[in-house]
């Protein structure tokens, strides 16, 4: 009994030390694997994501729409809107809104823009 005990221990043992070493390996082949198929790494993954920013509309025209962020740091962004941008709820001056948007050639791109229902008073807990 003694000798099954350890030799189910010498063999957990040399599995696992053999899964560490290979899993290296097989990292890079599935690497290696993904360039050569031509599909996008981590990297160019990243940068594609949607950022946000929230705040409230002070321009709006055809091509473009600023926001402006109120609070300790304030911010101002100018967003270009992308050629399918899609809107949820109306959006016009000093409506609050949260634009989600891509940098593209060092300019930050509106995908999507959702308006933000109005803050009501204090007492609405």
């Known amino acids: 009994m003694r000798q099954g005990r ?27 694997a993904a360039s ?16 946000q920013f929230t705040g ?17 740091k304030p911010r101002t962004l100018v967003f270009t809107k992308h050629d399918e941008m899609r ?3 109306e959006v016009e001056r000093d409506a609050r809104v949260t634009v989600y948007y891509r ?5 930050a791109v509106a995908h999507r823009v959702v308006v933000r229902p109005e803050k009501t008073g204090a007492g609405s807990r």
């Open 6 to 32: 350890k030799l189910f221990s010498l063999c957990t043992a040399l599995a696992l030390v053999a899964g560490a070493s290979l899993a290296p390996v097989a990292h890079a082949a599935k690497s290696a």
């Open 36 to 51: 050569k198929s031509g599909a996008p790494s981590s990297n160019a993954k990243s940068r594609r994501t949607l950022h």
């Open 56 to 72: 409230v509309v002070t321009a709006l025209d055809k091509t473009s729409i600023t926001v402006e962020k109120g609070g300790k």
């Open 87 to 89: 809107t949820t709820g």
């Open 103 to 107: 940098e593209e050639g060092g300019k």
